[in-house]
T-cell receptor, first 110, second 114 residues
Framework: GQSLEQPSEVTAVEGAIVQINCTYQTSGFYGLSWYQQHDGGAPTFLSY????GLEETGRFSSFLSRSDSYGYLLLQELQMKDSASYFC???????????FGSGTRLQVQP | NAGVTQTPKFQVLKTGQSMTLQCAQD?????MSWYRQDPGMGLRLIHYSVGAGITDQGEVPNGYNVSRSTTEDFPLRLLSAAPSQTSVYFCASSKRADIPYEQYFGPGTRLTVT
């Protein structure tokens, strides 16, 4: 399998920047994905890092360091609608599948 | 494109009953998967398929069967429902059949077993 660790909860204020970290068990040439899930909704794909470095998509950026088995999701100019759970996901070492972290609940306060 | 569709949206079963959760996608994706999500938890993989006629077990396959006779459909069958199977079930699909980094999820089925 695979194990991905994320903080369970993060709180930030509107307009701020927040970073959600993800560390995983297996180092090597593995990519990392990020998903967003609002309460009562389905997960939606945010980003995928195939290589080391920063990928930017609008207000969201994602970073990967494969040698450190570490990645993060950076959310800028936070808005109330960014309040959601965020999951990192990496390849399962035994299957052609993704393993998801347990998720980070982001609360954006006014 | 409808994307990934799931039926039903809600279901209540009695212990021991069986039922099939339906999942379909119209994006011609080779890869499809089923997850369950318990309150406050992440997604756990039940079964997945890398193409028609090919299925494999995920992390929590016990009590569930799948089949993939067409590219579009990937139904999940609960053989004999148990209260421990109360959960939200998500079906997902991906264009990539090697490692599905980018998956598209259906709206989910909320299942309660009494």
């Amino acid at each position: 399998g695979q194990s991905l660790e994320q903080p369970s909860e993060v709180t930030a204020v509107e307009g701020a920047i927040v970073q959600i970290n993800c560390t995983y068990q297996t180092s090597g040439f593995y990519g990392l994905s990020w998903y967003q899930q609002h309460d009562g909704g389905a997960p939606t794909f945010l980003s995928y890092n195939a290589l080391d470095g920063l990928e930017e998509t609008g207000r969201f950026s994602s970073f990967l360091s494969r040698s450190d088995s570490y990645g993060y999701l950076l959310l800028q100019e936070l808005q109330m609608k960014d309040s959601a759970s965020y999951f990192c996901a990496g390849p399962d070492t035994g299957r052609r599948a993704l393993t998801f972290g347990s998720g980070t609940r982001l609360q954006v306060q006014p | 494109n409808a994307g990934v569709t799931q039926t039903p949206k809600f279901q209540v079963l009695k212990t021991g009953q069986s039922m099939t959760l339906q999942c379909a996608q119209d994006m011609n994706h080779e890869y499809m998967s089923w997850y369950r999500q318990d309150p406050g938890m992440g997604l756990r993989l039940i079964h997945y398929s890398v193409g028609a006629g090919i299925t494999d077990q995920g992390e929590v396959p016990n009590g569930y069967n799948v089949s993939r006779s067409t590219t579009e459909d990937f139904p999940l069958r609960l053989l004999s429902a148990a209260p421990s199977q109360t959960s939200v079930y998500f079906c997902a699909s991906s264009k990539r059949a090697d490692i599905p980094y980018e998956q598209y999820f259906g709206p989910g089925t909320r299942l309660t077993v009494t």
